[in-house]
């Protein structure tokens, strides 16, 4: 165990990663293949409960739908923001 799915030779995917933080309890963060985190869990009260929470993550991102609550903003305002990021 421990094995990930790059070590294995398998596909490279995202991967949750389990963990303990003294101060808040068992979380989880979802990782991107190059390590990037995508995402944070709130905490939970023990491992199982971080567990079924992964679970259900699992199974509701891949058909989530998107939920657009951004003001409505100019399509060349986003352009424009973009390439200021590239820029920086």
Known sequence: ???DAQTAGGPVT???ELFFDGTTGFGFRLKAADGTVMAVS???VDKRAAVIGITAVRECAGMGLISDLC???PLDAV???AAALKVA
């Open 1 to 3: 165990m421990g094995e």
């Open 14 to 16: 995202g991967t949750f």
């Open 42 to 44: 709130p905490p939970f």
């Open 71 to 73: 003001p409505e903003i």
């Open 79 to 81: 352009s424009a923001g």
